[in-house]
């Protein structure tokens, strides 16, 4: 069972930045951050796929970049942050798959 683990999240303030870690027990060549906020459905913020393709949702696009740092690394830099980005934050396999949701990282964006 391939174990993703997220680092990174914090408390930060309106227009700030953050850049959060995921490393995997393997390398995956297809991942995707994903976030949950409080009473809502996790939802998908960005991926890279095998080749580099990258996509963002577009609550994020411009502001997000998600990056490989190597087969078992991805990150996500996070600037500009708003308070409709506090949520949990998870990666996992693009598409996802059930079996390999970690705890995610909390990020809170808040004055």
């Known amino acids: 069972q391939v174990q993703f683990v997220e680092s990174g999240g914090a408390l930060v303030q309106p227009g700030g930045y953050l850049r959060l870690s995921c490393v995997t027990s393997?390398?995956?060549?297809?991942m995707a951050w994903y976030r949950q906020a409080p009473g809502k459905q996790r939802e998908w913020v960005a991926f890279?796929?095998?080749?580099?393709?990258q996509r963002y949702a577009d609550s994020v696009k411009g502001r997000f970049t998600i990056s490989r740092d190597n087969t078992k690394t991805i990150s996500l830099q996070m600037n500009s942050l708003k308070p409709e980005d506090t949520a949990i934050y998870y990666c996992?396999?693009?598409?996802?798959?059930?079996?390999?949701w970690g705890q995610g990282t909390q990020v809170t964006v808040s004055s």
């Open positions: 890279l796929v095998f080749g580099g393709s």
């Open positions: 393997t390398s995956v060549f297809s």
């Open positions: 996992n396999y693009y598409p996802s798959r059930d079996a390999n």
